[in-house]
């Protein structure tokens, strides 16, 4: 079965905008309901009816660009006091080769991980290039995103199916992180209520596409 | 359908066949991780990053990671093992708080990433408007070590003489004596020594992996290791004797035995004769200090000091009184005479150049680049006053004064500084004065991580190749133990670049660059290796593949002669008992007792002293998490108290304190720091003092793991500069102690 979930790889690709570094065409998307009004078309596209009504008000919780921006760079670049790097390989086990011999094998919190040479597999197996800012963190959040993007559109449902499942199981742990960061000012609180916001769509749609994959089963 | 226009970040590639691919053999990633199990695993050489040893290791990648890291089993510093540390910074490559793309600071005073093209462009045009201002001696280049070529060319090319490193808040007073009294600086024998004194040295703390593992085959073969020392340090553990001191009183205890070995006639007489100037000079100014009067200073009975004394003369020359490091050779007002003294108790002895004593660093003679000559500017006197008449002028140019640096932005000597692996903020007394370094009108950091100077202070961060990700040209691999043949390493790449950074050499190269300076880089680190090894005879290739290689020329010992007379490369061609330099200015040219500066009173009062844990190199690792557990696991945070003193103040094991001292400045008010630890309670520390390590109280806030986690002794005292040789004092400093939180 192919080209299983069109609006669905439309969504998950808007849904990766949200984790790019903020730019001022998508914020003004932001700003007049544009990319609330889409998400709410490719959602009902897709058949995830059962998502809360919250999901489509970015609109009316989105702070100023430079505030947006501000928070992007503390919190996922990691410029401030505290982080939450949008990247797999820092909730996970740093690898599970048994044979390796870092202190770190075990642990979490690092870059690099196996879900990284995982997902730098997946994309060179599809011949799917990578800016180079990003080439050792293939396993961003936004990456993962316009990859499982790809997946719904043009492949196989198995293909999605497993990559969504394996791929986006670390989303509690990344909100979890996102919750204990300590706003700075007034602005900050509206652009981490923001994010939140985001991940809060993510993870329901990211549940909902796995639920049509369960039916599917 | 699509509405509204978006960025992708993924290309599919062109003839990209999206649908006719067929499925990932690995799509399911548990199978994908078992099958890169058996990947091929590549050795690649390089040297740790951990301290400033150095030791040979090699880096083992699989998958294009680092998959396991091992010490090189010729490496004359740590035969095939590495330290904790070791472990711990390679994992660092993967750290999350590194540095990952150049930033600047905005004008809003937060940090933004920026091109490395821009970077260049504004810090090139910025440099270039002050250096037409106020010249190139306006500009200074710090550095932690290494690589300093890099940085000197540059400071030659713009005419600036600030070439400023670490030393003067380390062990500057060391080899500041020892430079000017000996032409040398000598390590070690331990192999084939007989009798070991250490006194503020611990080879266990500032671990150098073989030389602990000499130090226990010495002790396991009845050779005598005895530790003086205010605290059971690690070393102390494998001695068969340590004895307590009064810290700041070592220099006492160094006099009462010269005092006996002369007084007793237990001195090489022959050796001194011949090989010693300035002995009756010595001896004149000394001849009262006897082990009774040392004993009522530094608190060890002088039986005991006599006793060590003809210890050490019976079994002379293969005996010796380590030269030291860090804790005592920079931060009393007296380590400059007790480096000197130092020098003299092992030259009494007659162990200098002999087996079983000190010997000279086995170095192989590494060839350079020849570069053509450049028409470059003449260069005033250092600003940091280092060599400078009525400023500093018996301290070392080569190493200068760092921990003075804000104060002479603020009378405005230097208005650019560039920071290389150097982190004044906290590892230079009192962070509220380092952070003067901000008020410079260019501050740029080149570093790995966030570390404090580089948040608070630098203007742009130009964030460096981690060690694992870089190529170096060779190095000796030499000093604090002796080896009887030269050995060379390499540090080669083990893993690509993970971040959007740079090695230093493209970094100055690209900044000279946008500055118009032509070619003032015009090789690669290729072309160093090459010209490195070309007097060696060794093929590149080889030492690419070997990593660490002993050349065959044994070590030879014996003091060093030319046509039959002294040439150890001193004036005088002999140990110089009285430093001329003191003398032309003023001061006396051999030791005698001082006083420390400060003294605890009351029963509040300790002084602070401060050391190396194992597993740390002072701050260099506080955000090491792997090294971080460790601390975790020994209460590593901890203030170590005496048992009685703590009783006194009703202080248990790990109560919570607050630590207060006063920071004073000439004409400014005085300011009350206080801070909150936790305290060991112990019977194994002098009463007079209590002790932290040196690692902890790591206040950037992008040190996610180490932030906030202790305090540092550096929080606790003044910028001070002792006259002779630089150093910052920071043991000549009483804190008040008392039970709760702040």
Same mark, same amino acid.
């Given at each position: 079965?192919?080209?299983?979930?069109?609006?669905?790889? &439309?969504?998950?690709?808007?849904?990766?905008?949200?984790?790019?570094?903020?730019? @001022?065409?998508?914020? +003004?998307?932001?700003?007049?309901?544009?990319?609330?009004?889409?998400?709410?078309?490719?959602?009902?596209?897709?058949?995830?009816?059962?998502?809360?009504?919250?999901?489509?008000?970015?609109?009316?919780?989105?702070?100023?660009?430079?505030?947006?921006?501000?928070?992007?760079?503390? =919190?996922?670049?990691?410029?401030?006091?505290?982080?939450?790097?949008?990247? &797999?390989?820092?909730?996970?086990?740093?690898?599970?080769?048994?044979?390796?011999?870092?202190?770190?094998?075990?642990?979490?919190?690092?870059?690099?991980?196996?879900?990284?040479?995982?997902? $730098?597999?997946?994309?060179? +197996?599809?011949?799917?290039?990578?800016?180079?800012?990003?080439?050792?963190?293939?396993?961003?959040?936004?990456?993962?995103? @316009?990859?499982?993007?790809?997946?719904?559109?043009?492949?196989?449902?198995? &293909?999605?199916?497993?990559?969504?499942?394996? +791929?986006?199981?670390?989303?509690?742990?990344?909100? &979890?992180?996102?919750?204990?960061?300590?706003? @700075?000012?007034?602005?900050?609180?509206?652009? $981490?209520?923001?994010?939140?916001?985001?991940? =809060?769509?993510? $993870?329901?749609?990211?549940? =909902?596409?796995?639920? $049509?994959?369960?039916?599917?089963? | 359908?699509?509405?509204?226009?978006?960025?992708?970040?993924?290309?599919?590639?062109?003839?990209?066949?999206?649908?006719?691919?067929?499925?990932?053999?690995?799509?399911?990633?548990?199978?994908?991780? /078992?099958?890169?199990?058996?990947?091929?695993?590549?050795?690649?050489?390089?040297?740790?990053?951990?301290?400033?040893?150095?030791?040979?290791?090699?880096?083992?990648?699989?998958?294009?990671?680092?998959?396991?890291?091992?010490?090189?089993?010729?490496?004359?510093?740590?035969?095939?093992?590495?330290?904790?540390?070791?472990?711990?910074?390679?994992?660092?490559?993967?750290?999350?708080?590194?540095?990952?793309?150049?930033?600047?600071?905005?004008?809003?005073?937060?940090?933004?990433?920026?091109?490395?093209?821009? /970077?260049?462009?504004?810090?090139?045009?910025?440099?270039?408007?002050?250096?037409?201002?106020?010249? %190139? !001696?306006?500009?200074?280049?710090?550095?932690?070590?290494?690589?300093?070529?890099?940085?000197?060319?540059?400071?030659?090319?713009?005419?600036?003489?600030?070439?400023?490193?670490?030393?003067?808040?380390?062990?500057?007073?060391?080899?500041?004596?020892?430079?000017?009294?000996?032409?040398?600086?000598?390590?070690?024998?331990?192999?084939?020594?007989?009798?070991?004194?250490?006194?503020?040295?611990?080879?266990?703390?500032?671990?150098?992996?073989?030389?602990?593992?000499?130090?226990?085959?010495?002790?396991?073969?009845?050779?005598?290791?005895?530790?003086?020392?205010?605290?059971?340090?690690?070393?102390?553990?494998?001695?068969?004797?340590?004895?307590?001191?009064?810290?700041?009183?070592?220099?006492?205890?160094?006099?009462?035995?010269?005092?006996?070995?002369?007084?007793?006639?237990?001195?090489?007489? !022959?050796?001194?004769?011949?090989?010693?100037?300035?002995?009756?000079?010595?001896?004149? /100014? !000394?001849?009262?200090?006897?082990?009774?009067?040392? /004993?009522?200073?530094?608190?060890?009975?002088?039986?005991?000091?006599?006793?060590?004394?003809?210890?050490?003369?019976?079994?002379?020359?293969?005996?010796?009184?380590?030269?030291?490091?860090?804790?005592?050779?920079?931060?009393?007002?007296?380590?400059?005479?007790?480096?000197?003294?130092?020098?003299?108790?092992?030259?009494?002895?007659?162990?200098?150049?002999?087996?079983?004593?000190?010997?000279?660093?086995?170095?192989?003679?590494?060839?350079?680049? #020849?570069?053509?000559?450049?028409?470059?500017?003449?260069?005033?006197?250092?600003?940091?006053?280092?060599?400078?008449?009525?400023?500093?002028?018996?301290?070392?140019?080569?190493?200068?004064?760092?921990?003075?640096?804000?104060?002479?932005?603020?009378?405005?000597?230097?208005?650019?500084?560039?920071?290389?692996?150097?982190?004044?903020?906290?590892?230079?007394?009192?962070?509220?004065?380092?952070? %003067?370094?901000?008020?410079?009108?260019?501050?740029?950091?080149?570093?790995?991580?966030?570390?404090?100077?580089?948040?608070?202070?630098?203007?742009?961060?130009?964030?460096?190749?981690?060690?694992?990700?870089?190529?170096?040209?060779?190095?000796?691999?030499?000093?604090?133990?002796?080896?009887?043949?030269?050995?060379?390493?390499?540090?080669?790449?083990?893993?690509?670049?993970?971040?959007? *950074?740079?090695?230093?050499?493209?970094?100055?190269?690209?900044?000279?660059?946008?500055?118009?300076?032509?070619?003032?880089?015009?090789?690669?680190?290729?072309?160093?290796?090459?010209?490195?090894?070309?007097?060696?005879?060794?093929? #590149?290739?080889?030492?690419?593949?070997?990593?660490?290689?002993?050349?065959?020329?044994?070590?030879?010992? %014996?003091?060093?002669?030319?046509? %039959?007379?002294?040439?150890?490369?001193?004036?005088?061609?002999?140990?110089?008992?009285?430093?001329?330099?003191?003398?032309?200015?003023?001061?006396?040219?051999?030791?005698?007792?001082?006083?420390?500066?400060?003294?605890?009173?009351?029963?509040?009062?300790?002084?602070?002293?401060?050391?190396?844990?194992?597993?740390?190199?002072?701050?260099?690792?506080?955000?090491?998490?792997?090294?971080?557990?460790?601390?975790?696991?020994?209460?590593?945070?901890?203030?170590?108290? !005496?048992?009685?003193?703590?009783?006194?103040?009703?202080?248990?094991?790990?109560? *919570?304190? *607050?630590?207060?001292?006063?920071?004073?400045?000439?004409?400014?008010?005085?300011?009350?720091?206080?801070?909150?630890?936790?305290?060991?309670?112990?019977?194994?520390?002098?009463?007079?003092?209590?002790?932290?390590?040196?690692?902890?109280?790591?206040?950037?806030?992008?040190?996610?793991?180490?932030?906030?986690?202790?305090?540092?002794?550096?929080?606790?005292?003044?910028?001070?500069?002792?006259?002779?040789?630089?150093?910052?004092?920071?043991?000549?400093?009483?804190?008040?102690?008392?039970?709760?939180?702040?």
């Amino acid at each position: 079965m192919s080209a299983n979930n069109p609006a669905a790889a &439309e969504l998950f690709g808007l849904l990766s905008a949200f984790w790019q570094p903020p730019d @001022e065409l998508f914020w +003004h998307n932001l700003a007049d309901g544009a990319v609330d009004a889409e998400l709410a078309n490719f959602s009902q596209l897709a058949g995830f009816s059962t998502l809360s009504p919250s999901r489509t008000s970015f609109q009316h919780t989105l702070p100023p660009l430079d505030a947006l921006r501000l928070f992007y760079l503390r =919190c996922f670049i990691g410029i401030g006091k505290q982080s939450a790097l949008p990247v &797999e390989s820092i909730y996970k086990k740093w690898t599970d080769d048994p044979t390796a011999r870092l202190p770190i094998a075990g642990s979490t919190g690092y870059l690099m991980g196996d879900p990284a040479l995982h997902a $730098k597999y997946l994309l060179d +197996h599809y011949q799917l290039q990578v800016p180079p800012d990003y080439r050792m963190m293939p396993d961003h959040l936004l990456l993962l995103l @316009e990859l499982l993007s790809f997946l719904l559109e043009n492949r196989p449902v198995a &293909e999605a199916d497993l990559f969504l499942r394996q +791929h986006f199981d670390w989303l509690d742990s990344f909100a &979890e992180a996102l919750e204990a960061i300590d706003p @700075e000012n007034p602005e900050d609180v509206i652009a $981490k209520r923001f994010y939140q916001l985001a991940l =809060c769509n993510l $993870k329901q749609s990211v549940q =909902c596409q796995l639920a $049509k994959y369960d039916q599917v089963h | 359908m699509r509405k509204i226009s978006r960025r992708t970040f993924l290309q599919v590639a062109a003839g990209s066949a999206a649908v006719g691919v067929a499925a990932p053999q690995l799509l399911d990633m548990k199978a994908f991780s /078992a099958s890169i199990v058996d990947a091929p695993v590549s050795k690649i050489p390089t040297y740790c990053n951990g301290c400033s040893t150095g030791c040979p290791m090699f880096a083992f990648e699989k998958n294009g990671r680092l998959w396991k890291v091992e010490g090189h089993p010729v490496g004359m510093k740590n035969y095939g093992t590495l330290c904790a540390r070791g472990h711990g910074v390679a994992a660092d490559l993967y750290n999350k708080d590194r540095v990952r793309q150049p930033m600047k600071r905005g004008a809003d005073g937060k940090f933004q990433p920026i091109s490395w093209d821009q /970077a260049f462009k504004e810090i090139a045009e910025k440099l270039a408007a002050i250096i037409d201002k106020n010249t %190139g !001696n306006s500009v200074a280049w710090m550095a932690h070590g290494g690589k300093d070529t890099y940085g000197a060319m540059f400071l030659d090319e713009i005419g600036s003489p600030n070439f400023i490193t670490h030393y003067s808040t380390c062990f500057t007073s060391k080899t500041n004596a020892w430079d000017k009294m000996v032409a040398n600086q000598l390590t070690i024998d331990i192999r084939r020594s007989k009798y070991m004194l250490f006194a503020g040295r611990n080879y266990g703390g500032a671990i150098i992996p073989a030389a602990m593992k000499q130090l226990t085959e010495a002790r396991a073969q009845g050779r005598k290791i005895v530790v003086v020392d205010p605290r059971l340090c690690e070393l102390a553990k494998i001695a068969d004797e340590w004895i307590p001191i009064r810290p700041g009183t070592d220099l006492a205890f160094f006099l009462g035995i010269a005092h006996t070995l002369i007084s007793e006639n237990l001195y090489n007489k !022959n050796f001194v004769q011949k090989y010693v100037f300035g002995f009756e000079e010595f001896w004149a /100014a !000394n001849r009262d200090f006897s082990a009774d009067k040392a /004993a009522t200073i530094c608190d060890i009975p002088a039986a005991k000091i006599r006793e060590i004394a003809r210890d050490l003369a019976k079994n002379a020359p293969a005996a010796f009184l380590d030269p030291g490091y860090h804790g005592l050779h920079n931060h009393y007002i007296n380590s400059t005479q007790i480096a000197q003294a130092n020098v003299i108790v092992n030259a009494l002895l007659g162990n200098f150049y002999q087996p079983g004593g000190l010997l000279p660093t086995a170095r192989p003679p590494l060839g350079s680049l #020849k570069l053509p000559k450049r028409l470059q500017p003449e260069k005033g006197p250092r600003a940091d006053g280092a060599g400078v008449a009525n400023e500093y002028p018996t301290v070392e140019t080569s190493r200068g004064i760092a921990q003075h640096m804000p104060e002479l932005i603020a009378k405005g000597k230097i208005k650019a500084v560039f920071l290389y692996h150097f982190n004044p903020l906290r590892t230079a007394p009192d962070p509220e004065y380092q952070k %003067g370094l901000a008020k410079a009108d260019l501050v740029v950091s080149i570093p790995i991580d966030w570390n404090e100077s580089s948040y608070y202070a630098a203007h742009y961060i130009l964030p460096e190749h981690y060690f694992l990700e870089r190529m170096e040209a060779p190095k000796a691999v030499s000093g604090n133990i002796s080896h009887d043949y030269p050995q060379i390493a390499i540090r080669m790449p083990a893993v690509k670049p993970l971040h959007d *950074t740079k090695p230093l050499l493209d970094i100055m190269q690209g900044l000279t660059k946008a500055m118009k300076i032509d070619d003032l880089y015009p090789f690669t680190v290729e072309d160093e290796i090459q010209a490195a090894l070309a007097p060696l005879g060794i093929d #590149k290739s080889r030492l690419q593949t070997e990593g660490c290689i002993e050349l065959a020329t044994p070590l030879k010992p %014996g003091f060093p002669e030319k046509e %039959g007379k002294p040439a150890c490369g001193t004036f005088t061609g002999k140990i110089e008992f009285s430093i001329g330099a003191f003398k032309l200015h003023g001061r006396l040219g051999v030791p005698t007792w001082i006083p420390p500066l400060v003294s605890p009173k009351a029963a509040d009062e300790f002084r602070l002293i401060h050391g190396k844990q194992p597993w740390h190199s002072h701050s260099q690792t506080n955000n090491t998490p792997y090294l971080l557990e460790m601390t975790k696991s020994y209460n590593g945070t901890w203030m170590w108290m !005496n048992r009685s003193r703590a009783e006194k103040l009703n202080i248990k094991n790990g109560d *919570t304190v *607050t630590v207060e001292s006063k920071i004073e400045y000439p004409g400014q008010s005085a300011r009350i720091v206080k801070k909150a630890m936790q305290v060991k309670v112990t019977d194994m520390l002098y009463p007079e003092c209590v002790w932290v390590p040196s690692a902890h109280g790591c206040f950037s806030p992008n040190m996610t793991y180490g932030y906030g986690k202790g305090a540092n002794y550096n929080d606790f005292a003044a910028s001070r500069v002792e006259s002779l040789s630089g150093g910052c004092m920071v043991q000549e400093v009483i804190v008040k102690v008392r039970k709760g939180a702040v």
